[in-house]
């Protein structure tokens, strides 16, 4: 029983402890190979902005126009199994839109559970890859109860917090927030990345594992944030909300994941979990 227990507590430890910070300055100098290091945090981002919303604008009008003739509350009162028989329909609208299809598999990682890999075509240099789902709190907003055994809440550069927690407080929280924020029919985020099958086949990016020594890193994160110009009837497919309404006139924070390299079909997408910015 004891060694049952402590097998599962090291098990979640070595999948939480590279968000623990503690052990992470106290590790800097022992994982100096996996760091990704930046001269300033205006040299973060790989890609301009303007690409990554053509990106996604490809993406979502491509899922819009599969869905349009659904309106925005039957998708949402779509079952898991209804979304389940639409799983192959959006991987077929990413491939076509951006020329590759990621899933969610077993890791190659040993103890990593869940990763993410390329499925179909290729990936070219700069691409964004996934999205990092999830509710978003500012810096000064409560996330104590939220954040208790949950190693998916990432942390922006200025302190914005993402929770990636598809389970539990954090499900609940987000479902919430998102039925709160719509305008009548229209959705103004995604829910579905709730699900194992998310109509955005993007919104899988928290479940990317940390590069290692042997396994290097090819894709990193960058930040985000939705301009007031993007479609209202594509928002449906943005898989982040704001945690507090006094947030909702500023720009929607997302977490995108861009590629570093070509990546071929069949490799794991490994990312850094941490950044240091000098």
């Not at 300033?40 to 981002?45: A, F, L």
């Not at 103004?188 to 396994?215: E, I």
Request: net charge positive.
């Amino acid at each position: 029983m004891f060694r049952a227990t402590l097998n599962r507590f090291l098990s979640k430890w070595k999948l939480y402890r590279h968000r623990f910070v503690p052990w992470m300055v106290l590790n800097l100098s022992k994982n100096e190979k996996t760091l990704r290091k930046v001269s300033g945090r205006s040299q973060d981002k790989l890609v301009p902005d303007e690409e990554v919303c053509s990106c996604l604008l490809r993406l979502f009008w491509l899922l819009h126009k599969g869905n349009d003739s659904q309106t925005p509350s039957a998708l949402a009162s779509r079952t898991h199994e209804e979304f389940g028989t639409s799983a192959l329909c959006t991987r077929e609208a990413m491939l076509r839109s951006l020329g590759f299809c990621i899933e969610r598999k077993p890791s190659t990682l040993p103890f990593a559970g869940t990763g993410v890999f390329v499925s179909k075509g290729v990936v070219p240099k700069g691409a964004t890859v996934a999205m990092y789902p999830g509710t978003v709190y500012q810096a000064y907003e409560p996330i104590l109860l939220q954040s208790i055994s949950n190693p998916f809440v990432f942390r922006c550069i200025d302190g914005v917090l993402v929770d990636g927690n598809d389970k539990g407080i954090s499900k609940m929280v987000f479902r919430s927030c998102s039925g709160r924020d719509r305008l009548g029919p229209l959705l103004t985020s995604d829910t579905s990345w709730l699900t194992t099958n998310p109509l955005n086949p993007l919104a899988v990016g928290q479940y990317v594992n940390n590069c290692s020594n042997d396994k290097s890193a090819n894709v990193c994160y960058q930040e985000y944030d939705v301009p007031s110009t993007f479609p209202l009837e594509l928002r449906q497919y943005l898989p982040n909300v704001n945690y507090s309404l006094d947030t909702f006139q500023r720009p929607l924070r997302c977490v995108i994941l861009v590629s570093l390299r070509e990546i071929a079909a069949g490799e794991e997408l490994f990312s850094n979990y941490y950044t240091i910015i000098h």
